[in-house]
Structures are given as structure tokens and as C-alpha cells.
């Protein structure tokens, strides 16, 4: 059983490296399907911060998450307002165009990455036990499984 926190971060290594493949096939014909499988699985990602951390994090009440957690879900609003822009320029915009939308997503995303790393997990970490941690872990492979979401392809992941 897993750590919810290595977990999710495990995960934003993974996108980091897909982010960085998709930059490389910006030409592709089969862009849109690679940005479409891209967006699935970032959304299983996100939605299980959403419903699952966060719903958890709420009942420990802590007074120093409230801006925190406000800023997070602007952060997360505008992530999926960039989605929606690549998606559309994928279908309409020049190759210019969709580089530039990418690009406004790669640097948001990387930033986001940053700031739950940075910031708010290791908040996470203070406030909570371990055994939460665990079990919370283990909801989120969970979700993450139901998706067949490609992180049980990496190796040793789940194991740790
Ligand atoms: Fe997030
Ligand atoms: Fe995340």
C-alpha cells in the first residue's frame, strides 16, 4: 500500500515525461488522440485530488489551508480552461497556434506540479498520519485502476 502523497507525485514524473514526448510530436497527425489520451489521464489524476484527498483534508480543519485550498482550485479551474483551449486548437489551429496553447499548458502544469510538491504536500504531510496517508494511497490506486490509467505500467509502482 502507498503513500497517497508519493503516489500522486510518482505520477507528475510521469506526466513530466509525457508532456516532454507530446512536445516532440506537436507535428503529428495523431496529435489530437495523443493530447486526448494525455487529458484522460491527467483528468484521473486531478479528479482523484479532488474527491479524495481533499474531502479528507477538509475534515482535519485546518486554519492554514483555507487560502491554500482556495488557490488550488483556481489553479486546477484554469488548468482545465488551457484543456479545453488545446483541445479546440487542435481541431482548428495552425500548427503555430497549438504550439503556442501547449506551451501555456506545459509551463501551467509544470508550475502546478511544483506548487503541490512544494507547498501543499508536504502541509499535507504535517497534518495528517501516516496511516490516512496509507489508506488514502490505497483509494487512490483504486480510482486510478478503475481508469486503467497507465501508471501501473511503470515498474515498482503500487510495490513501495
Ligand atoms: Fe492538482
Ligand atoms: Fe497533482
Redesign the pocket.
Known sequence: MMDIIDF?IED?NRMRLELSKIHKQLNDPNLRQIVKTFITDFET??SA?EDILFPALRRYQKEELGPLALSYDLDHEKIWELLDELMSTVDYGSLDHIQRVYFAFDSLAES??RY?ERTLFPIIRKIMDKKSLHSLGAMAEKHFKQRSHPIFALEGVGTL
Open positions: 500522486l507528475h489524476h486531478e485530488e502546478h506540479f503541490e
